[in-house]
């Protein structure tokens, strides 16, 4: 499985961004999909997951209320919508995919991970 993120960019505080991540190798219903975020000189921490019929979702604490995960399968797709970001936002995200259909939080669970995109917030 492949997967590859879009979307990143600098932005003010309060403003919006959508990442997508687009999967291959695999059909994309197969997959719980989610993403993870890293700071400089940080732990990459858990952000949102779906699960692969996109019933089931997780959100960090931090993010709850803000972020949105979705997903498209006939697009093989997953996006992340950020509403009113804030400078703590800033990280570089990664997205990831496990086989089946539970949205785990913990990074260890998921076996295929995108390249990261660099989204920065400034205030």
């Known amino acids: 499985v492949q997967l590859q993120a879009f979307g990143g960019g600098l932005v003010q505080a309060g403003d919006s961004l959508r990442l997508s991540c687009a999967a291959s190798?695999?059909?994309?219903?197969?997959?719980?999909m989610a993403w993870f975020r890293q700071a400089p000189g940080k732990e990459r921490d858990f952000v949102a997951a779906?699960?692969?019929?996109?019933?089931?979702?997780n959100y960090a604490d931090s993010v709850k209320g803000r972020f949105t995960i979705s997903r498209d399968n006939a697009k093989n797709t997953d996006y992340l919508q950020m509403n009113s970001l804030k400078p703590e936002d800033t990280a570089v995200y990664y997205c990831?995919?496990?086989?089946?259909?539970?949205?785990?939080?913990?990074?260890?669970?998921?076996?295929?991970w995108g390249q990261g995109t660099q989204v920065t917030v400034s205030s």
């Open positions: 990831a995919a496990r086989d089946g259909s539970v949205p785990y939080t913990n990074k260890g669970e998921y076996d295929y």
């Open positions: 190798g695999r059909t994309a219903s197969m997959l719980s």
């Open positions: 779906i699960s692969k019929g996109g019933g089931m979702t």
